[in-house]
């Protein structure tokens, strides 16, 4: 791994669903781009109450501008924070129970004089620590001193704004941020990934995963995963639907463009080259015939659109589309062309293949 991952995340999944079908591949993952998780689930040296949080958001400036530089400070004061604990504890000790006469600290008895002692030297140490990573804009700092590590003999700083753009991105990977998914089972599977970093002086690590984000986990990779132990990686909903869809759309008829006509990119991702036509083919009476009578019911109708969408991405609009309560019924649902509103069923769903 170049950049740096700063995945390490602890528990994901946020309904609180144990995982009872556990497994851990020991995966191999060596990997260029950098991997981002929320910063609820980032390590932090310390668990800190939320106010105490909030303070250090004051503090450290913005984690999504500038996410190495927050982190680094986070870390510093956390730190700080608790060295500075014991000492406090003390000092309220000595108020509230004046009758151990701590403060008096040239009569204390030698166990409070080396409780004292310690009281005081720990938020010292940390102090130094501190001033010494602060030295040289941070760069004596243990994250600072991990990204030297990534940066190939330039310097940390360039890996940091990589990393800190790469965490602005809108697309980055993020995991178990509430809300953002649901589960639709009971039950969890969670993966535990081996990272082993190509850098030496790194050590490995690893990130534990629920199965439904490992899909999206891999197309921000550029290596492979090596599923060391061939665990069946359970899909989630969307992932299986579209695996039906390719299935489905690669079993209807085929379309083929005027020669002189030239596919433009999708407009859904912008990253495939537009690959399917809507074009009716179904028969809209067959649906009616299996009992299950559609109750939106809208008949297909032909779209006049050219091609301008993905399969996988008309396969997502295609789920969007359907009734999420009901996975049962996206097989045989439908749903308006993006472009036009044309209703379409998947077997007027196309490739394009040139002539
Ligand atoms: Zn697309
Ligand atoms: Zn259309
Ligand atoms: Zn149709």
């Known amino acids: 791994m170049h950049a ?31 991997v981002m998780s929320t910063s609820e689930k980032m390590p932090a040296l310390g668990y800190l109450p939320w106010t ?7 503090l450290s400036g913005s984690e999504d501008i500038s996410f190495i530089d927050y982190h680094i400070r986070r870390t510093t004061v956390t730190a700080l924070v608790h060295a500075f604990l014991p000492l406090g504890y003390y000092i309220g000790l000595a108020l509230f129970a004046p009758e151990l006469n701590l403060l008096a600290v040239w009569e204390l008895t030698p166990f409070f004089q080396a409780v004292f002692s310690i009281c005081l030297g720990l938020p010292l140490t940390v102090l130094l620590f501190a001033l010494y990573w602060h030295y040289d804009n941070w760069s004596n700092h243990p994250i600072a001193q991990q990204l030297v590590q990534l940066s190939n ?7 940091a704004s990589a990393v800190n753009t790469e965490f ?8 178990g941020t509430p809300g953002r998914r649901f589960q639709s089972a009971t039950t969890a599977q969670y993966l535990n990934i081996n990272v082993q970093r190509v850098e030496r002086y790194l050590s490995d690590f690893k990130i534990r995963l629920n199965s439904l984000e490992y899909s999206d986990l891999r197309t921000k990779l550029q290596a492979q995963i090596q599923n060391a132990r061939n ?3 359970r899909q989630s909903l969307s992932d299986q639907f579209l695996e039906a869809f390719h299935h489905t759309v ?59 969408w993905c399969l996988e991405c008309m396969g997502k609009w295609f789920a969007s589309r359907q009734d999420q309560q009901r996975p049962d019924t996206w097989l045989s649902g439908k749903a308006p062309c993006p472009t036009c509103r044309a209703v379409f069923c998947m077997l007027d769903v196309c490739r394009i293949v040139p002539r």
């Open 4 to 34: 740096s991952c700063t995945n390490r995340s602890g528990t994901c999944g946020q309904s609180g669903s144990l995982s009872t079908a556990e497994s851990a591949p020991r995966d191999r993952l060596a990997k260029r781009e950098p």
């Open 52 to 58: 105490t949080q909030a303070t250090l958001r004051l």
């Open 153 to 159: 003999g330039g310097s940390w700083k360039a890996v």
């Open 168 to 175: 602005r991105r809108i697309d980055k990977f993020a995991s």
């Open 231 to 233: 665990i069946v990686v």
């Open 250 to 308: 690669s079993q209807n008829p085929v379309f083929h463009p005027q020669p002189h006509v030239e596919l433009d990119q999708c407009i859904g991702c912008m990253q495939k080259e537009s690959n399917v036509k809507l074009q009716k083919h179904c028969e809209d009476e067959v649906q009616g015939q299996e009992g299950q009578a559609d109750p939106a019911g809208p008949t297909c109708v032909q779209c006049f659109c050219r091609p301008m």
